[in-house]
């Protein structure tokens, strides 16, 4: 059974920073794509930014490009989301999510941000104040 619990979201003022962790447990991850996704009330879920766990190729929403940065530690089965000048419009709940079973040519071709993730962290609230 795969596991996603997030950490480090939290109160800061805008131009500010956090990092967010995600640490999956329940099977080696070698392959496949990571995610982090945003929902505020009354929005859908949407993509912030993938990554690929072979190679590392990355892909971001337009809006934090330049701002947000995600990574992954192969070692820990761990991903980070830093997010550097927040802004009041970033304030969320930001979810981590695993999708293990897609192989790097699948990912190539359909994209981060278009495929379906199949494991889903519980969120952690993200506030930005102005």
């Known amino acids: 059974q795969v596991q996603l619990v997030e950490s480090g979201g939290g109160l800061v003022q805008a131009g500010g920073s956090l990092r967010l962790s995600c640490a999956a447990s329940?099977?080696?991850?070698?392959?496949?794509?990571m995610g982090w996704f945003r929902q505020t009330p009354g929005k859908e879920r949407e993509f912030i930014a993938g990554i690929k766990w072979s190679g590392g190729s990355t892909d971001y929403l337009d809006s934090v490009k330049g701002r947000f940065t995600i990574s992954r530690d192969n070692t820990k089965n761990t991903v980070y989301l830093q997010m550097n000048s927040l802004k009041p419009e970033d304030t969320a709940v930001y979810y981590c999510a695993a999708a293990p079973e897609y192989s790097d040519s699948y990912l190539y071709f359909r994209g981060l941000r278009a495929i379906s993730y199949r494991y889903w962290g519980q969120g952690t609230q993200v506030t930005v104040s102005s």
């Open positions: 329940g099977r080696t991850f070698s392959s496949g794509a």
